[in-house]
């Protein structure tokens, strides 16, 4: 004898599927979410190592700075413009670490942001996830 599928159980099994199908999309997108997470940290930890070096290259330039400008005495006249170059030059390095400092910054929060936005978004996914199992097991009917 053959049973025949009733159509309370026939909405009942097309439900479970879509509820099931749903789940796996739900978990293809925090795969995802963890993905983008992971390469936004790695960015990010690069970032702050970037920034580190150029701080301390920033306090490299400073001394020498403060050596050319504390030194006293007398030189002939090309080795003076030698240490005139030599101090324009380390301004200009100074001021391109600085401005490069600055924009490490800003993308260092940028990106920081980013994660935020990405994590609230993971939160909402696992939530909804954690409602469709509970679904799925009937805890909610």
């Not at 963890?34 to 990010?44: P, S, Y």
């Not at 001394?63 to 030599?86: C, D, F, M, V």
């Not at 490490?104 to 920081?112: A, I, M, N, R, V």
Request: with cysteine; net charge positive; charged share 25%.
């Amino acid at each position: 004898m053959q049973y025949r599928r009733t159509a309370a159980t026939a909405t009942l099994s097309d439900g479970q599927l879509m509820l099931h199908c749903l789940l796996k999309i739900k978990e293809r997108r925090e795969d995802r979410l963890r993905r983008q997470m992971a390469e936004l940290t790695r960015q990010h930890m690069q970032t702050e190592v970037m920034q580190n070096q150029c701080q301390v290259r920033r306090t490299e330039l400073a001394q020498l700075q403060n050596q050319l400008l504390t030194w006293s005495g007398t030189l002939p006249a090309n080795e003076l413009l030698e240490q005139k170059q030599k101090m324009g030059s380390l301004f200009h390095e100074v001021h391109s670490m600085a401005l490069q400092q600055c924009t490490l910054s800003d993308t260092q929060k940028q990106l920081q942001q980013r994660l935020d936005v990405l994590h609230q978004e993971l939160i909402i996914i696992m939530k909804k996830k954690e409602k469709i199992r509970g679904l799925l097991n009937n805890e909610y009917y």
